[in-house]
């Protein structure tokens, strides 16, 4: 049985996506679900819960509640062993809804809906907690969903499929990230295969979303890759990581939702492979700026100028767990990598708990979650000494219910 920390006003909830379709080594295994932690914000201590949701599919994305009282998971029935395809007579992917128990974390299953696409990449849950986006990365398209009162899902509301041939080797429409913003109003979509970021309309009160008009999305340079997606507190900067590109671009949005480029920054080291920034995140206060790198195994910091959202490169910060822990053995470079590595390389995602202090990063080919400390007054980051093992780590996110 495990020992909770004792004081549970002081902890938030860390839980983990995996992919569980592939053995994440002889001793881990293969994955069995959604895995949780307790982490103690004044020390950043952490201790397992184990596994808290047993799933099918892997739960390869999350999102909770803003009371932190409801985590959602995608149901993702992709398998890298066909090239992230979903794998033959894989289950039809979708998305379930959890209830979190505030004294010990455990999860409650509610309900799971239809994700009407394949592969679902990102899901979002806006500031009213009554409706969840989804963007599904081989369905082409963007599902809204009407959260019930007690935080199961309801039917599909809207069903948007992009429209487009693009650039890339998988051709067509791939919708990867998305964010609401923190007014409330607009929901921003980056399309991967497109080359596009797209904006929404959003209505709260019906949980629908339409097109900005008469611009609806902004086109990137061709082969750039957007991925994810990270809105300034201000709600007047967004912020774009692309995948393939390697950078981070800096948009404005107009009264109409237009989005229009304003800076264009490397979010990698020089003379490093561009491909493979994964996820971006602006500190709660609107002064930092994150975006990670999977080959590289680093988080970029760059500082915000309150004037007008510029970016300046502060550094990189090594986030894999063999640095974290302290054996900084060097990472094999790109070309020294299998193919099978390049596609588990490094941290497919990161986040923080409610404090910004504790910083999580999952990274997938090492089968474990490094943990760093932010600094909130220069924005860097530190290790803590501390990784803990979890088999294939898509996804990571820390929830406080209230």
């Known amino acids: 049985m495990t020992t909770l920390l004792s004081n549970v006003h002081a902890a938030d909830f860390m839980y983990v996506g995996t992919w569980n379709n592939v053995q994440a080594s002889p001793q881990l295994g293969f994955s069995k679900g959604v895995y949780g932690w307790q982490l103690d914000k004044s020390s950043g201590e952490v ?10 599919t892997s739960p390869d994305s999350l999102a909770s509640s803003p009371d932190g009282r409801y985590l959602y998971v995608t149901e993702y029935n992709g398998c890298v062993c066909t090239r992230s395809w979903p794998f033959p007579g894989a289950p039809r992917a979708g998305v379930s809804a959890y209830a979190i128990s505030p004294t010990d974390g455990s999860l409650t299953l509610l309900n799971s809906v239809d994700g009407l696409g ?88 019906t949980s629908s979303i339409h097109p900005a008009s008469p611009v609806p999305f902004i086109q990137l340079e061709s082969g750039q890759g957007p991925r994810n997606i990270a809105v300034h507190p201000n709600n007047k900067w967004i912020y774009v990581d692309t995948e393939e590109g390697g950078r981070v671009y800096l948009m404005s949005r107009g009264a109409d939702g237009a989005l229009t480029a304003q800076q264009s920054v490397s979010a990698i080291p020089d003379g490093t492979m561009q491909l493979g920034t994964a996820q971006v995140h ?32 502060i550094g ?19 070309k020294e990598k299998t193919l099978w590595e390049k596609v588990e390389t490094g941290a497919r995602s990161f986040a923080w708990d409610m404090t910004a202090t504790w910083v999580a990063s999952a990274n997938l080919g090492e089968n474990s979650v490094a943990l760093l400390k932010r600094n909130p007054t220069t924005g860097k980051l530190t290790s803590t000494g501390t990784a803990v093992s979890v088999p294939q780590p898509t996804y990571a996110i820390f929830v406080s219910p209230k």
């Open 118 to 205: 394949d592969m679902p990449a990102e899901i979002g849950v806006d500031a009213t907690g009554k409706t969840l986006a989804l963007a599904n990365y081989y369905g082409g398209n963007v599902v809204t969903y009407r959260i019930e009162r007690d935080g199961r899902l309801g039917p599909a509301v809207n069903n948007i499929h992009h429209v487009g041939a693009g650039s890339h080797e998988s051709a067509g429409p791939h919708p990867h990230g998305l964010a609401f913003s923190h007014d409330n109003r607009w929901l921003f979509v980056t399309d991967q295969g497109l080359d596009r970021v797209y904006s929404y309309v959003f209505d709260a009160k």
């Open 316 to 334: 990189f910060t090594p986030s894999s767990s063999r640095a974290v822990i302290g054996n900084r053995a060097p990472v094999p470079s790109w």
């Open 47 to 56: 201790k397992p819960l184990g596994v808290v949701a047993k799933t099918v």
């Open 282 to 313: 602006v500190s709660p206060d609107g002064s930092f700026l994150y975006v990670n790198h999977r080959p590289n195994e680093n988080i970029a910091v760059f500082s915000i100028d309150q004037n007008n959202g510029r970016l300046a490169l």
